[in-house]
Structures are given as C-alpha cells and as structure tokens.
C-alpha cells in the first residue's frame, strides 16, 4: 500500500520539492534510489594524499574571512586544529560561515590539496561518526538537495517501517533467500556494508523484472483471449501478385515478414505485431501488402504516422504502389479544409475509402469507419495503448501492426516487447549503399565546406541539422536560424537555401518539403522534424553540429535520409565537445551501419528508459534492472511470471496479479 507524502511526516515545503521530482507517495519515494554511494573513513593527517576526498573533525582557531566576487559568489577561508595540524579550510559560497564561533567544534568534509590546505565541499556541527561509512547519492533537481532526500526517506521509512509489505510472492522469496521488502528499503538507502547493497539490489531487481513480467503476461493473455468465429478471407497468391509487379524482388526477411502478417490476419484471434527493420529495409512495403490482404478481405485500413510530412509521403507511395489495382486511398491531416474533411469522413463511412493514411485526426470521434479491420502505426513508440483502443473500437477485429526503424536484436525486443509477436527485417534491399559518416571535432560549417561546394557542384542536395530552432539562454547549442541567415547569405545567388522546423505552420512545411524534393531547395537546414521517413532521393549529404547531444539511434535514423538512392550518402557529426564519453559514444557510428547493433548500444548506454517510457503499454519500467547485465535475474523472472499467471489461484499470486493490474492502469494514464 502507498502512501501519501503527507503521511509520511513531511512538511509541504518538502512535499513542493519532491514533486518536482516526480516523487508523490511512499513508493516514488523509497524507489528513488540512489546512484552511487560515497564512503567515508576517518583517515590520519599523515596518511593524507592530495586529491584525496578526507574528512575530519577540527576546532575553529580562526574567525572565517569572506570574499564575494561576480554578484552573489563568495570565498571564505578559516583555520581549524585538528589533533595537532593547523588545517587552512576554503570553502565556496558559504558567506554564512561568518556566524561561526570560535574553538567551536567542526566536521570538515572536502578535498586534500596538499601543504595543510583543505578545500571544504561541506561542513557539520554534528559528531563525525554521524557521517562515517557508507553515504548515498541521490540524483537532484531544481532546489533539491541530499540532505534533503536523505532526511524525506529516513523519515517516512521510521514512520512507515512497520507498514511496508512484501510484493514479491513468498514463495519466491523463500527459493531464492530474498530480502523482506522493509530490509531492502532499509539497505538500499541506509546500507551498513557493501554485502547489504548488494543483497538489497538482488531483491529489488527481481520485484522490478517480475513485475514487468508479469503485467507483459497479462496483456499477452488478454489480446489472446479475443477471439472471433474467422480471421480475414482473402488468397495469400493474390497478395503476392501485387508484389511480383513491383521492379525488384522482395528479400527473404521481407517475404518471412509478410507471411507472418498475413497467417495472423487470416487467424481468429487480433494480430499485435511489432515489424522491426533498419532505416531502408522495406518496412512500408511489407505493411502494405498486410492492407492489401485486409483490402482483399473486403474490409478497411488505416495506416498511422507520427507526422503530416510523413502521412504525405506515405500516401503518395501508396497510391503508386496500389496504381495496378482498384484499391481507394485517401489522406487525412488537421489542416485539410472543413469541406474536404466533411467529404473524406462521408467516403469513410459509405466505404468509398479502402485505405486511410493520416496522423493522429485519425484517432478523433469523428472519424467513422464503415469496417475497419487493420491498423498499421508507423513509429510504434509515439502511438500509446489509449489511443490504440480508441482505433480497435472503429471496427471489428482490428489486427494491429506497430513499425519501428530503431530495431533492437531479437533476444531484447523479447523482454521489451513481449506482450507483442515480432517480425524483423535484417537483410537490406540490394544495391542499397550504405552512408560514409566522418567525425569532425568542430561545430563548424567551415570545416567542411570544400566537400559541400563539390557535392553541391555535382547538383546533390544536403541536409543540415541543428538541435535547437532559435538562439536561446538555456540551451546552448547551433540553431536553424542563424545557421539558415548565415548559409543563406554565404550562397547568395549560387544556390537555395531552406528552413524547416516545428514551429512552422504546415502549409509552409508542406511548401518547403517540396521544393526540397523538385531540387528548387540546394540545401535544407532543418531540425530533427526530418528524421522519421521523408525520402528525397537527391539528398546526398547531412552536416549535423552538436551531434553529442543526440542518441546514437537518432543520428542513425537521421542519417538514414541520405540512403534512399544509388549515390553513397556522406554524414558529417559535428562537434565541439571535448567530453571522452560522448566521443567515443559518436565513434560507434563511424565503426557500423548496422540499426540493430547501434540501437543495442543505444540501449546499453542510455539504458530503457526510453523505451519503455514512451511505449505506454501499460508495463512498469526499469529503474535498477540493466536488461545487458542482469539477464539471469530476468530469464529467472520470465519463467516465474508464467508461474504466477498458471496459478493464478494462489492467494499470494493472485494478490500480486491485482497490484500489478492496479499499477497497469496508471502506467497508461
């Protein structure tokens, strides 16, 4: 049971400053864990190293002296005897320190810099063992500070101790010789050793993988359970004569992809499918002719995409696809007139539109299908389980096929997506070649203008990418504005230069778009609004500046742009960064082409957070499970989630069942 920050004892200034950090109860707030922990040994002076982080207690022998410099910064320096060394303390922005009394006794926490001289990170009136052993450190935002985290758990763990039920199944708890859940809490954030850390963390990632586990089982159960007296009616041979029209051959991933399509829409029961595929992969293609069947099978589709841009594309590549056949495609998006619109939604409901391609208008009440029987999602993560709903309830049995081009290898994609069946594209389409990409240590157009004038020479258009659309205070990185007055000034009269960004409105991203695909546009400075489909098969090249601020899947998606034709496509990854990490993170897309490698990397780095937050499948999160490195607990919890769903009558199983349906519910809100 949880609790509200109220009862846990804490005042509402405190409770303000929790908020912030999305702590509301008794469980955000004991999950808020920490990062790391800091240990701190009282060690003698003569041991001292410089750089070392000491702590130690002194009696104050001099009155502090303060400096302030640069508005509101201060210096204080102050001298303290401990045992017998005079120790020359300076501390930052600590002006207060003048109110210290002397020969009063200090603990002193901060970093050795030799020659008696300590610069203080902090300092207590309190006894030093207060401070002595293992210490937390809790991530921080806005005003919030460690004592502050560290007072609001001690206090609602003192208050809420004796209320703090286990989660976990007893059964498990006792195969496995897991912690109750109260000395788990307890260890984790007051631990007395290193053992207790790691006890506490071996319980508290089992709860997190049996809990994700289980809430998968449970949607896997309920999508299985619908069932309807026949699937769709329609000759798989007939579907493939609209491929055999095509100009190429469908690869062997593809084909694999469509028959699994296909066996589940004729199946009785509603297909959820994940197709996932690199950049380039034929991934749309392989949708299509799902609609094709449903087309087939008498019944309408709907094909879903995160952007206007790219529901444009997408129905303009349908209705070439479809020209062969009698399949009616329309495209429906918020800026459409009334008087289209009105027409388009009384085609929709007469059954005079087969296929309808749009964004999220799709999902409004107003859009009334005659007989709606498959939805495909183009970017699976931008569309939740709420909106999902809102489609399977314009038809009868709505089969659903969710595509993502941030693949993930298989083995992943089955814990994260293991309430779905999965089909994936690896095999790229021949002659598909693949993007040269270059690292270039300066956030400079400069730097690579001899290469941009050769290409632009050969009548190759480039992308250029900034991270932010105007100059702005809080954020320090090129923008599209700047980078387009200054590009466009610099190429006056020998070639066009295009802006593109999300404040626009969609006519003039509309207009834009398509002088850049006639080549009336020679370079396009954009935001990332182009990373997800739009296809000009000119476009050659793509600058990216402050590309350490992006994910490694993003830049790949964003270079995938520049992969759509037979010329090799060149990226530069912009950068001023001297941050190792982040460089060596960019290195991994010089090294590969490969989606599903880069994403897995992706994942290792940044963890699943954001997957599986914005997936909004009704599934909790990880916040100390690492799906890389802890692959035992989750196999182990994987087979003991179907355990608990089996016996579902076991009072212990069943408990747990309705906590994670409650917690489901709320996921999805």
């Known amino acids: ?204 990632k089992y709860e997190e993988f049996l809990k994700f586990n289980v809430a998968i089982n449970l949607i896997r159960e309920a999508n299985d359970s619908t069932t309807f007296n026949q699937g769709k009616s329609f000759n798989y041979d007939d579907v493939f004569v609209l491929a055999n029209n095509l100009s190429f051959n469908l690869t062997k991933d593809q084909l694999r992809s469509v028959n699994e399509i296909l066996d589940d829409l004729s199946s009785n029961k509603i297909m959820y499918r994940l197709l996932q595929g690199d950049v380039g992969s034929g991934k749309t293609l392989v949708a299509a002719l799902g609609l094709y069947a449903t087309f087939l099978s008498g019944k309408q589709g709907a094909l879903l995409a995160p952007t206007e841009i790219l529901a444009k594309q997408h129905y303009k590549s349908l209705k070439t696809l479809f020209r062969p056949t009698n399949v009616k495609i329309e495209v429906l998006y918020s800026a459409l007139s009334t008087l289209k619109k009105k027409d388009l939604l009384d085609k929709l409901v007469n059954k005079e539109i087969d296929i309808l391609v749009g964004t999220h208008a799709i999902l409004q009440d107003n859009v009334v299908f005659n007989d709606l029987g498959m939805v495909v999602a183009d970017e699976q993560h931008r569309f939740g389980v709420k909106q999902r709903e809102k489609l399977r309830e314009k038809g009868d049995k709505v089969d659903f096929l969710l595509m993502s081009a941030t693949p993930i290898p298989r083995t992943l994609a089955m814990i994260l997506y293991g309430d779905m069946d999965i089909s994936t594209i690896e095999t790229m389409p021949k002659g598909r070649k693949p993007v040269k990409t270059y690292l270039i240590n300066e956030n400079s157009f400069m730097s690579v203008i001899d290469e941009i004038e050769e290409k632009l020479a050969l009548n190759e258009q480039i992308y250029i990418i900034c991270a932010a659309i105007e100059e702005s205070e809080n954020f320090e990185a090129r923008n599209t504005v700047d980078i387009y007055n200054n590009l466009k000034e610099y190429f006056d009269g020998r070639y066009n230069v295009g802006l593109l960004h999300g404040k626009m409105k969609s006519e003039e991203k509309e207009d834009v778009m ?18 997800v489909g739009v296809n000009v098969v000119n476009a050659t090249v793509m600058i990216i500046y402050d590309a350490h601020r992006y994910g490694l899947s993003q830049l790949h998606q964003l270079r995938g742009r520049i992969q759509r034709g037979n010329k090799e496509g060149i990226c530069y990854l912009l950068t001023d960064s001297k941050d190792e990490e982040s460089l060596n993170r960019l290195n991994v897309l010089l090294k590969s082409n490969n989606g599903f490698e880069i994403s897995a990397e992706d994942l290792r780095l940044r963890g699943p957070g954001d997957i599986l937050g914005t997936r909004q499948s009704g599934v909790p999160g990880f916040i100390l499970g690492d799906i890389f490195k802890d692959t035992k607990i989750i196999n182990q919890s994987r087979i003991d989630a179907k355990e608990i769903i089996e016996n579902k009558d076991k009072p212990d199983n069943n408990r747990f069942i309705k906590l994670i349906e409650k917690e489901s519910t709320s996921y999805m809100d």
């Open 1 to 204: 049971m949880s609790y509200s920050l109220k009862e846990c004892g804490l005042t509402p200034k405190r409770i303000e400053l929790l908020n912030k950090a999305n702590i509301f109860n008794s469980d955000d707030l004991f999950s808020y864990y920490p990062y790391r922990y800091d240990v701190l040994e009282s060690v003698p002076y003569k041991d001292w190293k410089v750089n070392d982080k000491v702590i130690f207690e002194g009696i104050l022998i001099s009155k502090p002296a303060t400096y302030k410099y640069r508005g509101n910064r201060s210096v204080s320096r102050f001298n303290v005897l401990s045992e017998d060394d005079v120790i020359n303390v300076t501390i930052y922005n600590r002006h207060w320190v003048s109110q210290l009394k002397l020969e009063q006794k200090l603990v002193i926490i901060g970093k050795y810099e030799g020659n008696n001289k300590v610069t203080a990170s902090n300092y207590y009136g309190k006894p030093i063992d207060e401070f002595l052993g293992i210490n937390p450190i809790y991530p921080l935002v806005d005003k919030l500070t460690q004592k502050n985290v560290n007072d609001s758990i001690k206090k609602a763990f003192n208050k809420l101790k004796d209320k703090i039920e286990n989660i976990i199944p007893n059964e498990f708890i006792i195969r496995y010789r897991l912690l109750n859940k109260k000395d788990a809490i307890r260890m984790i954030h007051f631990p007395k050793s290193y053992n207790e850390i790691r006890l506490a963390l071996r319980t508290l």
């Open 514 to 531: 398509e002088e850049f695909s006639k080549n009336k546009i020679q370079i396009l400075i954009s935001t990332t609004v182009i990373e």
